[in-house]
């Protein structure tokens, strides 16, 4: 007769958590056991904001950002300068753009990046929406991952976009405040080499 173990509840959840980002095993089983330790306080709220976000918190079908409203908040801010577009691939990295306080424009998430590993097409990335909107822009910033996928998705987005009239752009790469030459690595070194200013 065979036997089939089952997962504990708790051991479901600690797997569950330790497929967040940045949590291992270890950290999601002392978040698992600090939310069963205080239910009413932690544990419950917890579980109503979850069940609200997954309900309400959608893509922006304009832009892709994340927001419980459709078009999201920075596409309906009448303060944007709307001439200017940042492409971003993630809700995460408009978010880290927005939290610099530097870009007031609008943005496009395109949702990742190209990779012939991961069989990630441009078709997935929505650069049809983008070249659209591009249409009634000055600029058209890059803010993509300085990645290989990275750099070949700013070329194809670069390549849609030249019929567009809209001024395609990078973000500046290279030596960051307060780094140290001796500690960079030779493509950051080079990357800033070839971005320097006058």
């Known amino acids: 007769m065979s036997t089939t173990s089952r997962a504990s509840p708790l051991d479901t959840l600690i797997g569950s958590l330790a497929r967040l980002p940045g949590l291992g095993r270890r950290s999601a089983q002392r978040i698992a056991l600090h939310l069963l330790s205080r239910r009413e306080a932690v544990l419950e709220p917890l579980l109503e904001a979850l069940a609200h976000a997954a309900r309400a918190v959608k893509p922006c079908s304009v832009c892709g950002n994340l927001d419980g409203a459709d078009p999201c908040g920075i596409c309906t801010d009448a303060g944007r300068e709307r001439g200017q577009i940042c492409v971003v691939a993630s809700p995460?990295?408009?978010?880290?753009?927005?939290?610099?306080?530097?870009?007031?424009?609008?943005?496009?998430?395109?949702?990742?990046?190209?990779?012939?590993?991961?069989?990630?097409?441009?078709?997935?990335?929505?650069?049809?929406?983008?070249?659209?909107?591009?249409?009634?822009?000055?600029?058209?910033?890059?803010?993509?991952?300085?990645?290989?996928?990275?750099?070949?998705?700013?070329?194809?987005?670069?390549?849609?976009?030249?019929?567009?009239?809209?001024?395609?752009?990078?973000?500046?790469?290279?030596?960051?405040?307060?780094?140290?030459?001796?500690?960079?690595?030779?493509?950051?070194?080079?990357?800033?080499?070839?971005?320097?200013?006058?």
């Open 92 to 198: 995460a990295d408009l978010w880290a753009m927005e939290g610099a306080g530097a870009y007031r424009g609008l943005y496009h998430v395109t949702g990742g990046v190209l990779s012939a590993l991961e069989g990630v097409g441009p078709e997935a990335l929505n650069l049809d929406a983008l070249a659209a909107r591009a249409a009634g822009a000055q600029e058209v910033i890059l803010a993509l991952p300085a990645t290989v996928d990275g750099m070949t998705t700013a070329h194809a987005i670069a390549a849609t976009l030249a019929e567009t009239g809209a001024r395609v752009t990078r973000l500046g790469q290279g030596v960051p405040v307060g780094g140290e030459l001796g500690r960079l690595d030779p493509g950051t070194i080079a990357a800033a080499l070839r971005a320097r200013g006058g």
